[in-house]
């Protein structure tokens, strides 16, 4: 009698287990809450590295537009906070586009190499945020990404088919644009006008 007991009593814990293992493979397999969503303000940079060298603002350049942008997790950043002391890089971008997926591994090791001392934020156009997050996760985007719905800020930097890069200097000036994208040499030899990183 104790025995069987026992067992009806440890029956029900033992299959609540496998049922709710069996959901959690499940959700994983059907794509569920397991991935974690990207393009957020845990993306972006943190306070500019001791020993980073940033060159002066070029008065020469054109002021860059301001604008604010909201990321995917709905936060909002304002690249002028960023600018004020570091070089932005500005990445605009569809999930559709081939020409920006193939960029996308060389900005990843740009960001790999100057981290802080510099901030990339992506402007996703012509785009869903389902489409975004998927293409964020696909290619392993870490940087923060916002969705310009109403195409003001593409507008605004001249933008009518991605991929489109812009480095925006010290100060907010626009230094280099490259419709069409741009290689990893010459963005990286822009950037180390711009930024001395300390010797490691």
């Known amino acids: 009698m104790t025995s069987s007991r026992r067992h009806a009593r440890t029956a029900p814990v033992w299959l609540s287990r496998c049922v709710a293992t069996g959901?959690?493979?499940a959700l994983a397999s059907c794509g569920g809450e397991t991935?974690?969503?990207r393009?957020?303000?845990?993306?972006?940079?943190?306070?500019l590295p001791a020993g980073v060298v940033v060159a002066p603002e070029r008065t020469e350049a054109l002021a860059a537009p301001e604008f604010a942008l909201m990321l995917l997790d709905g936060s909002v950043v304002d690249p002028a906070?960023?600018?004020?002391?570091?070089?932005?890089?500005?990445v605009f971008?569809?999930?559709?586009?081939?020409?920006?997926?193939?960029?996308?591994?060389?900005?990843?090791?740009?960001?790999?190499?100057?981290?802080?001392?510099?901030?990339?934020?992506?402007?996703?156009?012509?785009?869903?945020?389902?489409d975004v997050q998927e293409y964020l996760q696909e290619h392993d985007?870490?940087?923060?990404?916002?969705?310009d719905d109403e195409g003001r800020i593409w507008n605004a930097y001249a933008v009518r088919e991605p991929p489109v890069v812009a480095v925006v200097g010290r100060g907010g000036r626009l230094i280099r644009g490259w419709p069409g994208g741009v290689d990893a040499a010459t963005l990286r030899a822009v950037l180390d006008e711009l930024v001395t990183l300390p010797a490691e």
Do not use: E, K
């Open 93 to 130: 971008f569809s999930s559709w586009c081939t020409l920006c997926a193939r960029l996308q591994g060389d900005l990843n090791a740009l960001l790999g190499r100057y981290r802080d001392a510099i901030a990339i934020l992506g402007v996703a156009g012509v785009d869903t945020a389902d």
């Open 39 to 47: 393009g957020g303000a845990v993306y972006l940079p943190g306070q």
């Open 35 to 37: 991935r974690s969503p």
């Open 141 to 147: 985007v870490g940087y923060a990404v916002g969705l």
């Open 23 to 25: 959901l959690i493979v």
């Open 81 to 90: 906070d960023y600018w004020r002391d570091r070089p932005v890089v500005l």
